[in-house]
């Protein structure tokens, strides 16, 4: 189930949106100048829509089943730059301005923390052109 | 259901992970100099297992049903630099190498062909640290 099955984003967008089961469509969430990848979410389309129309990056919590203004507990608020679907319509990419810390951890991203371990024969990266 | 109940991912890595109901998990390839957001991929044990250990980014495609090696048939293939799990085990940060473009559309990345409107009010970041 979609968490709301009226929204008002704009039809042209709904039009395009290609979502999960549950009426979702993941978010990035990108630092917009130094382009650290700070979290991934989830959108419904109302929180699309609140988050083309405020300014602050609102997603659809799946475990609290609830919309979340990013930051409105944690004063760590993502300030929007830009919103751009793919070509699949199935995945949205949020260039933002993160106050703070992204990660509810206090790291600055959700991925600081758990590098995984890359076998020796992976990561031989030739130089570009080659 | 999963695309294969085995695989040969490191059981400590596997006990960490949050799938889906299918089994899988978004990854975010990120080109690892630019920065750039490249696409937004799937993988199952399996498919990651592959990417930490072959070098070249592994994906699970959902419309075919069949493990996807970027670039097998484009020649656009994505030399994996790094894999992250975030803090949550739900998602995957890989930053690759990517030769030529990463969409099929042609385009670099997945998510430069439709930026969406944000409403006026919106998009007014102020500077950093206010």
Known sequence: MAPMSTSSLDPA??????RSADGLVPAIAQQYDTGEVLMLGWMDDEALHRTLTTGRCTYWSRSR???WVKGDTSGHVQHVK???LDCDGDTLLVKVDQVGAACHTGDRTCFDADVLPLAEQAGRVPPHGS
């Open 13 to 18: 967008i709904a039009a395009r949106l290609k």
């Open 65 to 67: 089943r609830e919309y």
């Open 82 to 84: 830009s919103v751009a």
